[in-house]
């Protein structure tokens, strides 16, 4: 390596640690920058990276009398949304990561992007992100170091993670940090690759400038090596919000909640109840991710490793969901929304009247009655949890919070009711594993196909899919107080392909019920699924409802039962061998007792 490159890299690098400064310098001499900036996580740093942003293009203020604080981006329109086709786990061995994960083999993956990062950086600049997964000092928490040639993802990881001088402190010298390395490149999807390589806590990811791609923190360290991490190490690593309802007598119960990407996690972790639901209130932990240990007194306890929120923009509006309307009123980063004349943000399902004129995310003008949408559908804000005014006063404890009750749910437009409870542990972690869901913008493909989605992992399980499995199986035995196991579906629909059930800040009828589950306070009738309400259990009272749509939202119906098993059939006999045995027998149990 040129001797001046070294220098630039260690003369004014804010640590001693030589793991780190070799491995900067390394990436360096790849990539060839022009500059390198270490981020110190501090608010002059965010000022100036934020006005450089702007000089460039790569912000555009908006309104700041409006929306303080606020900026929105335009990313590339071939680059909007997850790319689990271009997503790979590089593990020696190809069935290391299992049926269900793309695979390239480590030396091929580190030649193929290494031709790509070689001099990718040329012209450009390297931010170094020094962050923290978790609460600082937390023993769950995690430290990597993300280098990007992005100032948009250096701005994105200063609010979703702790990042900055408290992380690399953290680190100190010790060489147990994730190494991210990250290059926008030309933006062109046929030289784009998001590669894993758990074995060396590495993570690759060239081509891409969007979300899950390239905050490296996210769905790359906090799922797919968490995962991987988790299984060696004996905790879970999950795609779930965690959230805190506290009953009228003030006791607090934590919840987590598996639902795939936008399937109504944010919205469930900010849930306002309802009026009628006076001396109740839901706290958001996490909206996203959950990483669960087994605690000295034998309860899970969760984490949410991020410190911001990622979060779906459309459909978000002060009656769906009025506390991220809140929490993104300022110090937000907007990505893809539209504009409107006054250089305020717009999006589809905001109050109020449509524009007559706007901005779309585009860039290009748009007018009311267009049949384009004027945001995307995957549109996203970048806001910080502390503007949330919901947030827990747990979010921040290192130790976490105990988990009493865990909710698998997807968007089926049929065949899965409303809510019921497992049976048991195993029968709980067979509802998360035959889970279906139809997809969403949130990765690029088609919308609206119903595909299985385990515990919604699919996307961000860094490891064998049977393994997984087997792994939340395993956790049983370490569990001393098992969280009861549920599975929801606010998303069936009737006849017209309307909602049956109203969702949002009503889920808090469905919430209530597990609640009661949890300790004990109702009882409950078998179905062939599971525990479901008994008649009037989920009160309805102030619902605009007709009277058969609860009974319909809740029906369960032998012909679509017969059409799922086929579909989860095909998803287990994937696993092969390595589908574990006890999830077998409650298929054959579920056979049973549909006498199919
Ligand atoms: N009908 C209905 N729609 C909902 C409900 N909750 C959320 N949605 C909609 O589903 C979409 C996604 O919701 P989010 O809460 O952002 O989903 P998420 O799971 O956090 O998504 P990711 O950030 O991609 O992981 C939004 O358009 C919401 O308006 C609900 O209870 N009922
Ligand atoms: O990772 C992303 O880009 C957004 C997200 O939360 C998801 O897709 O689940
Ligand atoms: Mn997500």
Redesign the pocket.
């Given at each position: 390596m040129a001797s001046t490159q070294r220098a630039a890299v260690t003369s004014d690098a804010p640590t001693k640690n030589v793991a780190l400064l070799n491995w900067v310098a390394r990436c360096a001499q790849m990539t060839q920058p022009d500059r390198i900036i270490w981020c110190d996580g501090s608010e002059a740093e965010k000022k100036r990276l934020t006005e450089q942003a702007v000089k460039e293009g790569i912000l555009i203020p908006l309104n700041q009398e409006k929306r303080p604080g606020c900026y929105l981006h335009r990313s590339n329109p071939n680059d909007v949304a997850r790319v689990e086709h271009l997503t790979f786990i590089c593990t020696p061995n190809k069935t290391d990561a299992g049926p269900t994960n793309n695979w390239m083999d480590p030396e091929q993956a580190y030649t193929k992007l290494g031709l790509l990062f070689d001099g990718s950086m040329k012209g450009r600049t390297m931010y170094v992100v020094p962050y923290a997964m978790g609460p600082l000092g937390g023993t769950s928490t995690k430290i990597g170091v993300e280098l990007t040639d992005s100032i948009y993802v250096a701005l994105n990881m200063r609010i979703m993670t702790r990042m900055g001088k408290p992380a690399l402190d953290m680190l100190g010298d010790s060489e147990d940090f994730n190494r991210g390395l990250h290059s926008t490149g030309d933006v062109n999807p046929d030289r784009r690759y998001i590669c894993h390589f758990p074995h060396d806590n590495t993570i690759w990811s060239f081509g891409s400038g969007y979300g899950g791609n390239v905050l490296l923190g996210k769905k790359c360290l906090a799922l797919r090596i968490g995962s991987y991490l988790g299984r060696e190490e004996g905790w879970l690593a999950e795609?779930m919000?965690i959230l805190g309802v506290t009953d009228p007598k003030g006791q607090t119960t934590y919840v987590a909640a598996a639902?795939?990407?936008?399937?109504?996690?944010?919205?469930?972790?900010m849930m306002i109840p309802p009026k009628s639901y006076q001396g109740w209130k839901v706290e958001t932990v996490g909206?996203?991710i959950a990483w669960m240990r087994v605690g000295p007194d034998g309860r899970l306890y969760a984490i949410n490793p991020e410190a911001g929120y990622?979060?779906?923009v459309?459909?978000?509006n002060t009656k769906?969901?009025p506390n991220a309307m809140a929490t993104i009123a300022k110090d937000t980063l907007f990505t893809n929304v539209a504009m409107t004349a006054d250089g305020d943000v717009w999006w589809e399902?905001k109050d109020g009247e449509v524009p007559e004129e706007l901005i779309d995310w585009q860039g290009r003008p748009w007018k009311k009655g267009s049949p384009d949408k004027a945001a995307h559908p995957n549109s996203?804000f970048t806001a910080p949890m502390t503007n949330n005014p919901a947030l827990s006063p747990k979010a921040n404890d290192p130790q976490g919070v105990p988990i009493s009750a865990i909710i698998f749910g997807g968007?089926r437009s049929n065949t899965v009711p409303l809510v019921l409870q497992a049976f048991n542990w195993t029968h709980g972690v067979f509802l998360g594993a035959t889970m279906g869901s139809e997809t969403?913008a949130?990765a690029t493909g088609k919308v609206g196909v119903v595909r299985r989605d385990p515990m919604a992992m699919l996307p961000f399980c860094g490891y064998h899919m049977g393994d997984y499995l087997q792994h939340w199986l395993d956790m049983q035995k370490s569990i001393t107080h098992l969280p009861k196991i549920f599975q929801v579906n606010?998303?069936r629909q009737d006849k017209n392909g309307k909602?049956l059930?109203?969702?949002?800040g009503?889920?808090m009828r469905v919430l209530e019920w597990i609640v009661n589950r949890v300790h004990g306070r109702v009882p409950t009738q078998e179905t062939l699924l599971g525990w479901v309400p008994r008649q009037g259990d989920i009160p309805t009272q102030g619902l605009d409802l007709p009277p058969e749509a609860i009974s319909e939202a809740t029906s369960i119906k032998a012909d679509e039962w017969k059409s799922e098993l086929k579909s989860q059939e095909v998803f287990f006999e994937q696993l092969g061998t390595k589908a574990p045995e006890a999830l077998m027998l409650q298929r054959k149990l579920l056979i049973s007792r549909l006498g199919s």
């Open positions: 795609h919000l639902f795939p990407s936008a399937c109504g996690k944010t919205n469930f972790a909206d996203d990622f979060g779906v459309p459909g978000t769906t969901n399902g996203r968007r969403t949130a606010w998303f909602y059930w109203p969702g949002y009503e889920n």
